[in-house]
């Protein structure tokens, strides 16, 4: 049983429609796998139905922008309900902040490169998050960098004098939020140190306490110091441990099942779904 519990499309940053997306997981040998859109659940229909045409287990997911101290933390969530009024809000507010944020950082590339908020609108199309990743599409279009990854190590890096922080919900807050609206939650690429600065394993705790269920352990992101420490992590919090590539089409590198959630694992997200449905 092959799980991938990590992809985006269209909706936000990745290159193809959630129908493209679950195609292609089903041609990739996948059997469950879950779309999840930064901060907005847009694609799930679409994707469920071709899901179901493909044979594929479809998980309805979603990737939430969270912050503590300044510190910028994704948190996966699935099976959350889409009509819960104040997951709707919170994440309504973080994309609109996403929004006004890209419009500066465009500004301030602007200065130097030949990028305009038109070329970045063009190129996002009907996303429901706008974000970085288009800016540097427009940057990739107008030939200043050849792939989007050149375009965030050398413009649109955390460290840049480009960039510009948004509004991002406190992460403890996320995860109740997300949990009350039936949500299981799962922190995304936690020891992704070479994106910028992580979180201290003691609000991996505080997570924890706010009904944190898993921890995404298995990612390109992490090498194998990361791995077993965030195993070590997860084994004395009795979080999940869980594995994704965090596709985005042609947008990233990740292949779809180059970091797979064992079965296992599956099974006790849903016996935390079950749980908290009762």
């Known amino acids: 049983m092959r799980i991938d519990l990590h992809t985006h499309s269209t909706v936000s940053d990745g290159t193809g429609a959630p129908s493209q997306v679950m195609r292609e997981a089903a041609e990739a040998g996948l059997h469950i796998v879950a779309l999840t859109d930064h901060d907005a659940i847009d694609g799930w229909e679409e994707a469920a139905a071709t899901a179901a045409d493909a044979g594929l ?5 979603i990737e939430v922008s969270c912050r503590h101290h300044g510190i910028s933390i994704h948190l996966l969530s699935y099976w959350h309900r889409a009509d819960d009024a104040d997951a709707i809000a919170m994440l309504a507010r973080t994309r609109d902040a996403r929004v006004h944020r890209a ?7 602007g200065v130097d490169y030949p990028v305009t908020w038109e070329a970045v609108a063009e190129l996002a199309g009907d996303a429901a998050t ?3 990743p288009h800016i540097a599409d427009a940057l990739v279009a107008q030939g200043v960098v050849p792939t989007r990854d050149e375009a965030f190590e ?13 509004y991002a919900p406190e992460v403890t807050d996320a995860v109740r939020t997300m949990r009350a609206a039936g949500g299981v939650t799962v922190f995304a690429h936690p020891g992704a140190d070479a994106r910028g600065r992580i979180v ?3 609000v991996i ?8 269920v898993g921890l995404e352990i298995d ?3 992490h090498d194998e110091r990361q791995r077993e420490r965030l195993a070590r992590i997860a084994s004395r919090l009795g979080l999940v441990r869980t594995g994704a590539s965090d596709y985005h ?14 079965p296992r694992s599956f099974l006790a997200l849903e016996r935390a779904r079950v749980s908290r449905d009762r």
Do not use: C, Q, W
Not at 57 to 61: A, D, L, S
Not at 154 to 162: D, E, F, M, T, V
């Open 205 to 212: 705790e505080s997570m924890a306490k706010a009904g944190l």
């Open 130 to 132: 706008v974000g970085r």
């Open 103 to 109: 419009r500066e950082i465009v500004e301030k590339v």
């Open 57 to 61: 287990g479809f998980v309805p997911g």
């Open 200 to 202: 201290t394993t003691s």
């Open 219 to 221: 990612h390109r992101d």
């Open 249 to 262: 089409g042609t947008g990233k590198r990740n292949a779809l099942g180059e970091n797979l959630t064992d």
């Open 154 to 166: 050398h413009i649109l890096a955390g460290n840049s004098r480009y960039y510009v922080p948004h």
